[in-house]
């Protein structure tokens, strides 16, 4: 095996365009890998695969390094979206992003990047890696706008011992100039946003294709009726667009959101005020735990979590833990906690694991 042999992964974007040419610049030897996780023949308009490999092999040949695709199409069904389309069965709100990297990037690529030769990995992740005390510790990227720490924190020790995040010390922007000078075509390309590697797309459409809908009651907390919605799955706590319903004159006419899914009765509750009390919980209880140490932390003992990607960190105590979960309580109410997203858990700059929320409660 070639030690310095590299596979990177490349999407098509400037940040996993970057991180080839910095490893080609520290001499390595690099290998692009384009990855083919979802079946779009019988779609037109939504996904952008095939500009994506184009971009990605320009990177390739200015760059002289060769690029290889591979189709992770069954490891992503099986893996990442049968349990995407069970948490909306549940009525939950799931993020596949994090089993995506889990699962596809960090396992299945690892595995497919190892059958080439290379030692270890590299994505265009903003995160960074430093190893000390016997392990490997993840830190958050050095951009605090692009930190995407929260998205990899179900890696093992063996997972970042097998990756790189070579711009992981940078700024977005730096990473931008880095690419127009080198004369990468990805250079000031859009980011993608959407569902990991599904893409942008309506996301009502998408679901009804694999989802029956189930329309049912939109209530108050107090039983009142105000409505009907499409479905659950349509909905996630703390949403304000999409309800279908206006103000109230005893509201005041502020807007609604949504508080809570009852799954057994189909109905949807929700309340008036951005900062409505009922959108507000201390506690929360969160399951399927991941660690990156390979063991858990102290409990309790004072941390930093955070319930949703852009959010800021938030201090709070991790009360009990044990084989089945733990149980949280924040120094400060959390609006908005959203059963099926991830709870991350951060001790300064680092990254320490986290686990999928299962209830919240005062």
Excluded at 5 to 23: E, F, H, N, T
Excluded at 119 to 145: M, S
Aim: aromatic share 8%; charged share 25%.
């Amino acid at each position: 095996m070639a030690k310095n042999r590299i596979v990177v992964g490349l999407s098509g974007g400037v940040d996993s365009s970057v991180a080839a040419l910095l490893l080609v610049e520290q001499g390595h030897e690099v290998h692009g890998v384009f990855m083919k996780n979802w079946e779009d023949s019988l779609e037109t308009g939504y996904c952008s695969a095939a500009e994506d490999l184009e971009d990605a092999r320009s990177v390739c040949d200015t760059l002289g390094i060769p690029l290889h695709q591979v189709n992770f199409t069954v490891e992503y069904q099986e893996r990442v979206f049968r349990y995407f389309l069970d948490e909306y069965r549940r009525g939950r709100t799931p993020n596949p992003d994090i089993l995506c990297n889990t699962e596809i990037k960090f396992r299945a690529f690892l595995d497919h990047a190892r059958r080439l030769g290379a030692g270890r990995i590299a994505t265009g992740h903003y995160a960074r890696l430093e190893q000390r005390d016997g392990r490997q510790h993840l830190l958050k990227g050095r951009d605090p706008d692009k930190d995407q720490s929260y998205f990899l924190y179900g890696l093992d020790q063996s997972q970042v011992a097998g990756a790189l995040f070579p711009v992981g010390d940078f700024h977005k922007h730096e990473v931008r100039a880095r690419a127009a000078r080198a004369g990468l075509v990805t250079h000031a390309k859009k980011d993608s946003t959407g569902i990991c590697f599904i893409g942008e797309r309506p996301f009502r459409e998408f679901l009804n294709r694999f989802l029956p809908v189930q329309p049912g009651p939109i209530r108050t907390p107090d039983g009142a009726l105000l409505g009907e919605h499409a479905g659950l799955m349509f909905h996630t706590i703390g949403q304000r667009q999409g309800l279908g319903i206006g103000g109230r004159r005893d509201g005041g006419g502020a807007p609604w959101y949504v508080a809570d899914k009852e799954l057994e009765s189909n109905t949807l509750i929700v309340v008036q005020g951005h900062d409505h009390p009922a959108l507000f919980h201390r506690r929360l209880r969160a399951s399927q735990l991941r660690w990156v140490a390979g063991q858990p932390p102290r409990a309790p003992m004072r941390y930093q979590a955070k319930i949703r990607y852009r959010q800021r960190d938030q201090a709070c105590e991790l009360e009990t833990l044990d084989a089945r979960g733990a149980t949280i309580q924040f120094l400060e109410p959390q609006r908005a906690i959203t059963p099926g997203q991830s709870i991350v858990f951060y001790l300064a700059d680092e990254c320490l694991g986290g686990g999928v929320i299962e209830a919240a409660w005062d």
